[in-house]
């Protein structure tokens, strides 16, 4: 039985919610400051748009919450063999220099409520939002700055994302970093067409 979408209800995170809820706190200092400091400028300033889901029976705690805006892959600038990653389901008529893409700038659960698979309900969660027949605009792929860290990868890697760059090196030389410059995110998307669509 899926929690969050039992037990909790979906909204947007407001200033009004985080006056009125308990600190969301997960296992990342980055997250907790943004989500309490920043998160709602960002929406002000049309950067991205954060949402949450709060229990039912305790509306003070926000299980989960997560902030999206607007993005795209841009084919054009990856190596080729990356580019044929991304190309592959593409129908060769079709192919763009770029893709549009959600980008999930912060996700996070609240650590009272960790160990639990939220953190898969939510991703699932998400992608079912995009692939939804009344989605308002057309979204091929998720991406994600996924913190440098084994959690962090391998939460996208076991929620089916794969690395945009095969390797770190890769990765470093698109951004115009040296080989001795400490690479804390890697890009990770997720392909939303392998996902079963019903019309």
């Known amino acids: 039985m899926n929690f969050i979408e039992t037990k909790c209800s979906f909204q947007p995170f407001t200033e009004k919610l985080i006056k009125s809820s308990d600190n969301f706190e997960c296992e990342n200092e980055d997250l907790n400051d943004f989500f309490l400091n920043d998160c709602i400028n960002y929406s002000k300033k049309l950067l991205g748009k954060s949402y949450c889901?709060?229990?039912?029976?305790?509306?003070?705690?926000i299980v989960c919450a997560f902030t999206i805006s607007n993005d795209s892959i841009k084919v054009n600038t990856l190596p080729n063999n990356r580019k044929r990653v991304v190309n592959k389901t593409i129908p060769r008529e079709k192919q763009f220099k770029s893709y549009p893409a959600v980008l999930i700038g912060r996700l996070g659960v609240n650590i009272k409520f960790g160990r639990q698979g939220i953190g898969t309900e939510l991703m699932d969660f998400i992608k079912s939002w995009f692939i939804d027949k009344?989605?308002?605009t057309g979204c091929r792929f998720i991406v994600v700055d996924s913190y440098n860290t084994e959690n962090a990868k391998n939460y996208y890697l076991k929620n089916n994302f794969y690395f945009l760059f095969s390797t770190e090196q890769q990765e470093k030389e698109h951004m115009g970093l040296s080989s001795t410059d400490e690479l804390k995110t890697r890009l990770m998307f997720f392909d939303l067409i392998t996902l079963e669509i019903e019309e």
């Not at 889901?53 to 705690?61: A, H």
């Open 53 to 61: 889901f709060t229990l039912d029976e305790d509306e003070t705690k």
């Open 134 to 136: 009344e989605n308002k």
